[in-house]
């Protein structure tokens, strides 16, 4: 969707198939991702109105044999990484290129992340460039499964909230690889995981706003967790970072 800021923005609602709380999985861990110096797209709140909802025949959610209207009101904005009049974005992307991506190493800071937040599904990119460019960059898109989905729980496993090609991560040689992220989200201020949750709109927790105050909670508990998650992806039949050196 173009908005009024003149911005496109990929948007989801809160009557989406997945769980309204998705909307707050998308914003919070995203935060969180820039709080930490990662590549993610800017968030915003997008009030979409019954004119708009009414008058937009692709506003429609197509589910079960039947069609839904997409529910009016505030609901979440990705801005698009580079604009389509701008430039490409792709979400997949052949390995053999990878060569031609600027910042590869944001894939570990990213698997960082999504072991801090749970993430319950596959690691989602946009590989992008502008026109004229010659290298694209990556950026990190789709937190909605942070956090277990509409759950708020964290069932940890080794191969969850991980990218589907070993090729991302061969420049990983051992935790050094992982910094600068690993350390600014093991020592990120509470203060700034508090002020990550903050002005998301009450109507998309589903439940009292306690249930979000003890998903943060939980967050700054696991920020020393992290590294034992990275260890047990390492260590797992898939044998994700071939040229892992030990340490002396």
């Known amino acids: 969707m173009r908005c009024e800021d003149g911005h496109f923005y990929v948007v989801k609602f809160r009557n989406n198939p997945q769980h309204t709380r998705v909307l707050v999985n998308e914003m919070l861990a995203t935060r969180l991702a820039e709080a930490a110096g990662l590549p993610v797209p ?44 701008e430039g490409q974005v792709f979400d997949y992307f052949p390995m053999h ?18 072991k801090w937040t749970g993430n319950a599904n596959g690691r989602q990119a946009a590989f992008w460039k502008r ?64 002020a990550a949750a903050e002005n998301i709109p009450p109507e998309w927790y589903g439940g009292p706003q306690e249930d979000l105050e003890q998903l943060v909670r939980t967050l700054i508990e696991r920020r020393q967790m992290v590294r034992e998650l990275i260890a047990a992806f390492r260590l797992s039949p898939r044998r994700p970072f071939p040229n892992w050196r030990e340490e002396a």
């Open 97 to 114: 290129l990878l060569g031609k991506v600027r910042n590869p190493e944001t894939f570990a800071g990213m698997l960082a992340l999504d």
């Open 131 to 194: 026109s004229r460019e010659q290298k694209y960059t990556v950026s990190f898109i789709d937190q909605g499964y942070c956090f277990n989905a509409g759950d708020w729980n964290f069932p940890d496993h080794p191969l969850r909230g991980v990218f589907a090609r070993n090729e991302v991560y061969e420049g990983v040689k051992g935790w050094e690889t992982f910094e600068p992220w690993l350390s600014n989200i093991e020592r990120m201020a509470a203060e700034r995981i508090w």
């Open 42 to 85: 800017m968030t915003e709140v997008i009030e979409a109105s019954d004119w708009l909802i009414e008058h937009t025949p692709e506003l429609r959610i197509q589910l079960a044999g039947q069609t839904i209207f997409c529910e009016p009101g505030l609901q979440f904005g990705s801005r698009y990484v580079v604009s389509p009049l």
